[in-house]
T-cell receptor, first 111, second 112 residues
Framework: KQEVTQIPAALSVPEGENLVLNCSFT??????LQWFRQDPGKGLTSLLL?????REQTSGRLNASLDKSSGRSTLYIAASQPGDSATYLC??????????FGTGTRLQVFP | DAGITQSPRYKITETGRQVTLMCHQT?????MFWYRQDLGHGLRLIYY???????DKGEVPDGYVVSRSKTENFPLTLESATRSQTSVYFC???????????FGQGTRLTVV
């Protein structure tokens, strides 16, 4: 059974730091990988999608990469801001199956 | 406005009652999903649907019923609510089973 681990579970950093959030899958055969952001009491907002033919995606200060050989993905947040405070979830799909979610990294960026 | 909407946003019900959570999407996505989110478990798939009149079980389907008579609607029914079904429920949609997924704002359900 595919399982997804996100490390760290929680992170508190001062504003301006560059951050790395990690996501790993027990089965490295990942077809698509998606990173989401969830604010308290809200739904999930899609941040980045890495499709089967891709290795990374970038959007503004966010960069996500996927190493299919190891089944690991990294979300890099540059120059963090207090507005980045949220829970970040990764979700991957093994082959043509459904997305499986990690339990998230809770990020707090303080001024 | 295009998007995915869930109703109600909050619901309190009693044990043993039937309750239906609604989900409506305007993108004409083929796939729709129901998840529950609980501390320590993350998001777990309850049911999903590939098209109208096609539904399938996810990881935790027991105690839930779904239907999809129209592409845009995917209601989730708890036939006889139990306290263990207290959770936050999210509906999502996507063009394919594992492409970019779009989520609703969630329904916080409390069973007392």
């Amino acid at each position: 059974k595919q399982e997804v681990t996100q490390i760290p579970a929680a992170l508190s950093v001062p504003e301006g730091e560059n951050l790395v959030l990690n996501c790993s899958f027990t089965d490295s055969a990942i077809y698509n990988l998606q990173w989401f952001r969830q604010d308290p009491g809200k739904g999930l907002t899609s941040l980045l999608l890495i499709q089967s033919s891709q290795r990374e995606q970038t959007s503004g200060r966010l960069n996500a990469s996927l190493d299919k050989s190891s089944g690991r993905s990294t979300l890099y947040i540059a120059a963090s801001q207090p507005g980045d405070s949220a829970t970040y979830l990764c979700a991957g799909a093994p082959d043509t199956d459904k997305l499986i979610f990690g339990t998230g990294t809770r990020l707090q960026v303080f001024p | 406005d295009a998007g995915i909407t869930q109703s109600p946003r909050y619901k309190i019900t009693e044990t043993g009652r039937q309750v239906t959570l609604m989900c409506h999407q305007t993108w004409s996505h083929s796939y729709m999903f129901w998840y529950r989110q609980d501390l320590g478990h993350g998001l777990r798939l309850i049911y999903y649907s590939a098209a109208a009149d096609i539904t399938d079980k996810g990881e935790v389907p027991d105690g839930y019923v779904v239907s999809r008579s129209k592409t845009e609607n995917f209601p989730l029914t708890l036939e006889s609510a139990t306290r263990s079904q207290t959770s936050v429920y999210f509906c999502a949609s996507g063009r394919e089973v594992n492409t970019e997924a779009f989520f609703g704002q969630g329904t916080r359900l409390t069973v007392v």
